[in-house]
């Protein structure tokens, strides 16, 4: 079993939709959380980082950790064509550097004009 | 500009062919890393630097080396490949914390 589960879509929206990505993990330990958004050719970029459970908003996007349920979500308001990539999260145990990042497999997301 | 440089970017190759994909980055950072990422699979670590001389493995190390002689370069290395090393590579690095910066990929194909 993955220790991070994501769903890979493809997801296809309108413009201006909401959405929603997702991952569930089983490792308790993990603390730390991210979402990194991957353009087509590309490597990832950081997109948001968010420490334990809560809130974390930037913009339209806002990042969601739920540490009793093992999810995190990312969501995206009002989104624009210029959102279509592939999102990963990632999480860790600790802040330290020699913390190793786990993935998911990535969410294919489109947005249409 | 703050980046990770990687060499190839493409690479078509035969079972056997040694190769070395190079990885460089100019932000001073001591962690480094390669990854390679598969459909269904997602990025998985293959090895791992935590500096100079410091070298660990990762998910998937087998059929991979890397050396770590300046704090700059991490060359991963196949010296026999072969057709399930077929996949896209990253190369990564972090000062500490939590952003790691990834470099462009590199699409390797094994026949």
């Known amino acids: 079993q993955k220790e991070v589960e994501q769903d890979p879509g493809p997801l296809s929206v309108p413009e201006g939709a909401i959405v929603s990505l997702n991952c569930t993990y089983s490792n308790s330990a993990f603390q730390y959380f991210m979402w990194y958004r991957q353009y087509s050719r590309k490597g990832p970029e950081l997109l948001m980082y968010t420490y334990s459970s809560g809130n974390k908003e930037d913009g339209r996007f806002t990042a969601q950790v739920d540490k009793s349920s093992k999810y995190i979500s990312l969501f995206i308001r009002d989104s624009q064509p210029s959102d279509s990539a592939t999102y990963l999260c990632a999480m860790k145990r600790s802040e330290t550097s020699g913390s190793r990042l786990t993935f998911g497999e990535g969410t294919q997301l489109t947005v249409n004009p | 500009e703050a980046q990770v440089t990687q060499n190839p970017r493409y690479l078509i190759t035969v079972t056997g062919k040694k190769l070395t994909v190079t990885c460089s980055q100019n932000?001073?950072?001591?962690?480094m890393s390669w990854y390679r990422q598969d459909p269904g699979l997602g990025l998985r670590q293959i090895y791992y630097s935590m500096n100079v001389e410091v070298t660990d493995k990762g998910d998937v190390p087998e059929g991979y080396k890397v050396s770590r002689k300046e704090k700059r370069n991490f060359p991963l290395i196949l010296e026999s490949p072969s057709p399930n090393q077929t996949s896209l590579y990253f190369c990564a690095s972090r000062l500490g914390g939590y952003e790691q910066f990834f470099g462009p990929g590199t699409r390797l194909t094994v026949l």
């Open positions: 932000m001073n950072h001591e962690y």
